[in-house]
Nanobody, 126 residues
């Protein structure tokens, strides 16, 4: 059974930090793109940060560049999202996802991902 489990979400004040983790089991994703997506109320799910087979290949949406850092530990089969300088507009449910096929590319569309976690809530508020 393939399972992705997110953790690390919560309530934080503007300017604060959180680190999200995504633990994979049942399959190794070391050769697959993985990504963090988020969905705010009334909005479509969007890619936040995506990572390829190594930390050398990454993508960030413009709104989080310079504030968020995506990384992966293939030995632990775990992916991370370090979020600094959080803003209220970062409030959303954050989802971990793994790509449908192995390869070196990074993908930014939801249809390119075949495995999803249940999500973890991130709320940035005073």
């Amino acid at each position: 059974q393939v399972q992705l489990v997110e953790s690390g979400g919560g309530l934080v004040q503007p300017g604060g930090s959180l680190r999200l983790s995504c633990a994979a089991s049942g399959r190794t994703f070391s050769n697959y793109a993985m990504g963090w997506f988020r969905q705010a109320p009334g909005k479509e799910r969007e890619a936040v940060a995506v990572i390829g087979r190594s930390d050398a290949s990454t993508y960030y949406t413009d709104s989080v560049k310079g504030r968020f850092t995506i990384s992966r530990d293939n030995y632990k089969n775990t992916m991370y999202l370090q979020m600094n300088s959080l803003k209220p507009e970062d409030t959303a449910v954050y989802y971990c996802a793994a790509g449908r096929r192995p390869g070196p590319l990074v993908y930014t569309q939801t249809y390119e991902y075949g495995y999803w976690g249940q999500g973890t809530q991130v709320t940035v508020s005073s």
